[in-house]
């Protein structure tokens, strides 16, 4: 009945012929129709998102950066109103180790390459929808965006910048290469039985390698200090490089005093690239990957690849920590101090008071080292 309500009402006010010609040859049901459609669709992106078929989002002519940051957000494995809550869940306890809560039951354990992929899709998309460029952050003068809209988008940017940061330690954190280790559920592993899970413990020596060795193109061996005067093995190869991948690259394997058990290992493998100042960085690996990177009879974690370049590990965690901090200071959520005060406590946590624009190995070696064993 609607439609002929309108109709009629269109016949009286303007006659047939002004429903045919109106504007130099437009049409009012066209206008009525297109307006119908546009609306239909953007009712059938918010459908879509909250069904979780993000795929069908992501292919919508109607959908805004903002629905399309969701749904990468979502295809990540995340949903946004369940962080929200553990943030704000976390921020109402004293003294919660937020990197053990985090990394155990907000990043689910089959994180991988594809759920950073997913992150920095979603990053780019709000910062879209913030009318700024993805490359530089400085602000688009062909968008013309609402402060609320900015502030919405920053929110956003921020929720997904924590996750990213966390993820990446999450999915970094090595799988041990002997046979017992080979299926062992991330964190689970502590065959020195002193609370921390081997696979952090090796990341944390690897960070500690970085921070405190000149490594050079030599192959080298030596203790990492990990933490409370815990030192384990560690040696490096040679420089190599790996088919398929751009780059140069030096393996490191750290052996975990203790008796491996079944299901946990005692050595561990990551990979450090060589910088064009000949500096040595450890590399973001996709380490709970089934697929690895072959050179001789030596098998490595594979390096996650972005820009051509290899993905730095620790850069992707203090630019995510240091991002989300700046977005929620700017942004929409500076009016809930719950919410931002976790974000705050977060990046500190992981890089200190020191210097707020940066997160050194060293720092995140520490902070991963809060981290128990499940």
């Known amino acids: 009945m609607k439609g002929r309500n309108l109709l009629l009402a269109l016949f009286i006010a303007g006659g047939i012929s002004s429903m045919y010609s109106c504007g130099g040859g437009g049409n009012v049901f066209d206008s009525v129709a297109d307006k119908n459609s546009t609306e239909a669709c953007k009712f059938q992106v918010s459908q879509d998102l909250d069904k979780g078929r993000y795929d069908a989002v992501l292919n919508s002519a109607c959908a805004t950066h903002m629905d399309r940051g969701a749904a990468y957000f979502g295809k990540a494995g995340f949903d946004v109103n369940d962080v929200i809550d553990r943030l704000i869940e976390a921020g109402g306890k004293q003294n919660v180790n937020s990197i053990d809560t985090y990394v155990k039951d907000l990043i689910p354990d089959d994180v991988n390459e594809d759920t950073l992929k997913y992150l920095d899709n979603a990053i780019r998309e709000y910062t879209l929808a913030a009318g700024e460029n993805p490359q530089s952050q400085s602000l688009l003068e062909s968008q013309q965006v609402q402060a609320s809209a900015v502030r919405d988008a920053r929110f956003y940017r921020s929720i997904v910048s924590m996750a990213r940061g966390v993820a990446t330690i999450k999915v970094v954190t090595p799988v041990s290469t002997t046979t017992a280790g080979t299926n062992a559920r991330p964190l689970s592993c502590d065959i020195n039985n002193n609370r921390i899970p081997d696979d952090i413990e090796a990341l944390a020596c690897a960070l500690y390698v970085q921070h405190s060795v000149n490594l050079t193109s030599a192959a080298t061996s030596g203790a990492c200090n990990v933490r409370d005067n815990l030192s384990y093995n560690y040696s490096t190869t040679t420089d190599f490089t790996l088919s398929n991948r751009p780059g140069t690259y030096k393996g490191i394997t750290v052996n ?42 030596q098998q490595w974690p594979c390096p996650i690849i972005r820009n051509n370049n290899p993905l730095d590990f620790v850069d992707t965690v203090s630019n995510s920590f240091v991002r989300m901090v700046d977005d929620i200071a700017r942004s929409i959520a500076s009016t809930n101090p719950d919410l931002r005060r976790e974000i705050e406590r977060i990046k500190q946590d992981a890089c200190g008071p020191v210097n707020p624009n940066e997160c050194t190995a060293d720092e995140i070696r520490n902070y991963i080292n809060r981290i128990t064993r499940r």
Not at 268 to 278: H, M, P, T, V
Not at 282 to 290: G, Q
């Open 256 to 297: 975990i005093s203790g008796t491996p058990t079944t299901g946990c290992g005692s050595e561990y493998r990551l990979l450090f690239y060589k910088r064009q100042d000949n500096t040595y960085r450890l590399a973001a690996t996709n380490s709970r990957s089934n697929q690895v990177c072959s050179i001789g009879n």
